[in-house]
């Protein structure tokens, strides 16, 4: 027997052999292309670990951070037209 991996797109679920076919699929929803659709991710993850690390030590620093962290993703999902999705 054989596992068979294969990658899902998180938007309209359709099954792909390769993981690139389902962010490009994930990436045309948004209609972005892959390379801004990653590079939205990537914010998104940024500004998620710079909140998780704001709620555990919370100082200048921190605070600084995820503020600058929040605004890029900001500008760039207005930049994109991606706000509130
Ligand atoms: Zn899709």
Known sequence: MKTVVRYQCEKCRKIYDF???????????????????NKWL???KLTKEAGALNSIAKNVNTDKAFDEAIDKLIAF?????????
């Open 19 to 37: 993981p690139g076919e389902a962010i490009s699929c994930e990436a045309g929803h948004y209609n972005l292309s892959t390379e801004d659709y």
């Open 42 to 44: 990537t914010l998104q």
């Open 77 to 85: 999902e207005k930049e994109h037209h991606l706000e509130g999705k």
